[in-house]
């Protein structure tokens, strides 16, 4: 079956709605969250990840021809190819990602599986497992369906599968996706992904840690540190099927849970 979904899901709503409370006081553009992987010894992992946003938001413009008029619920953040996360992921895919927003007292919680976007000429390249391309929706609410798209979507339900959205005309170019993800860092940040592989003992050579991609006269060493820092970007796609809110303000506790068919039910649980 296709990977149809609900357009707008409720628990998108709520997470964006939290974050921008948040943001308005501290002016970040979005707050750091708490990775949570199995290691390949079957242990706990967690670390710190800035997340990019969601696809078709912002700069992460689902292809060239993106005007701006998509969005989606499909939430990415970013890795070095050479990372312990990568492997982990690459063995187990499920995760957890936790923030605490301490200006306005909520936590969130998001469960939910990872896919992994890697450069073409990673050895670990594959095309993305995840179709994005039916987890798209317009901004602006209009109906994107043409009348094939409507009348498949309604056939699936009548069949007993989701009311979701089917967009199979929507142009979806996995690797502009990457590519303006990675754009989208600074000179520092995009340095950092040519360096050798994270958690590893530092080598001596100063000359493999540069600060920013070198601004030198020797065009081919310049592309070098560039090619390299592109071949290690890998962009992660988290495709939530839960995400668990407590906000201290009212004791309050909510549930967001994908059912099969896509749609999901919103439950109030005990804090």
Same mark, same amino acid.
Not at 160 to 170: A, E
């Given at each position: 079956m296709k990977g149809y979904c609900s357009r707008d899901p409720k628990w998108k709503k709520a997470f964006v709605s939290y974050i921008n409370r948040e943001c308005e006081i501290t002016n970040e553009r979005f707050p750091s969250m708490a990775l949570s992987t199995v290691d390949l010894e079957g242990r706990p992992a967690v670390r710190m990840v800035s997340p990019r946003g969601f696809v078709g938001d912002g700069f992460l *413009?689902? =292809?060239? /021809? @993106?005007?701006?008029?998509?969005? =989606?619920d499909i939430l990415t953040f970013c890795t070095h190819a050479q990372s312990n996360k990568v492997q982990e992921l690459l063995n187990t895919n499920d995760v957890q990602l $936790?923030?605490? &927003?301490?200006?306005i007292? $909520?936590?969130?919680?998001?469960?939910?599986? +990872?896919? &992994? %976007?890697?450069?073409?000429?990673?050895?670990?390249? =594959?095309?993305l497992s995840l179709g994005i391309r039916h987890r798209v929706w317009p901004r602006d609410g209009t109906e994107a369906e043409s009348e094939e798209e409507d009348e498949e979507r309604r056939n699936c339900k009548m069949a007993g599968g989701p009311m979701g959205l089917v967009n199979s005309s929507v142009v979806i170019d996995d690797e502009y996706? *990457? /590519? #303006? +993800? !990675? &754009?989208?860092?600074?000179? $520092?940040? #995009?340095?950092w992904y040519s360096w050798p592989a994270p958690g590893r003992v530092r080598l001596a050579d100063t000359s493999l840690y540069p600060?920013?991609?070198?601004?030198?006269? @020797?065009?081919?060493e310049v592309e070098k540190y560039e +090619?390299? +820092? *592109? *071949?290690?970007?890998? %962009?992660? !796609?988290? @495709?939530?099927?839960?995400? @668990?809110? $407590?906000d201290l303000n009212d004791s309050s506790r909510v549930l967001y849970t994908r059912r099969g068919d896509t749609s999901w039910s919103i439950t109030d649980i005990n804090p």
């Amino acid at each position: 079956m296709k990977g149809y979904c609900s357009r707008d899901p409720k628990w998108k709503k709520a997470f964006v709605s939290y974050i921008n409370r948040e943001c308005e006081i501290t002016n970040e553009r979005f707050p750091s969250m708490a990775l949570s992987t199995v290691d390949l010894e079957g242990r706990p992992a967690v670390r710190m990840v800035s997340p990019r946003g969601f696809v078709g938001d912002g700069f992460l *413009r689902i =292809s060239k /021809e @993106d005007k701006g008029q998509w969005t =989606s619920d499909i939430l990415t953040f970013c890795t070095h190819a050479q990372s312990n996360k990568v492997q982990e992921l690459l063995n187990t895919n499920d995760v957890q990602l $936790v923030c605490w &927003l301490p200006n306005i007292k $909520v936590q969130i919680r998001c469960s939910g599986q +990872a896919h &992994l %976007l890697f450069h073409p000429d990673n050895p670990n390249y =594959s095309t993305l497992s995840l179709g994005i391309r039916h987890r798209v929706w317009p901004r602006d609410g209009t109906e994107a369906e043409s009348e094939e798209e409507d009348e498949e979507r309604r056939n699936c339900k009548m069949a007993g599968g989701p009311m979701g959205l089917v967009n199979s005309s929507v142009v979806i170019d996995d690797e502009y996706i *990457r /590519e #303006q +993800a !990675f &754009l989208n860092h600074s000179p $520092v940040i #995009q340095a950092w992904y040519s360096w050798p592989a994270p958690g590893r003992v530092r080598l001596a050579d100063t000359s493999l840690y540069p600060m920013s991609i070198p601004k030198i006269d @020797d065009k081919a060493e310049v592309e070098k540190y560039e +090619a390299n +820092a *592109r *071949r290690n970007y890998v %962009l992660i !796609f988290i @495709d939530v099927n839960k995400m @668990d809110v $407590v906000d201290l303000n009212d004791s309050s506790r909510v549930l967001y849970t994908r059912r099969g068919d896509t749609s999901w039910s919103i439950t109030d649980i005990n804090p």
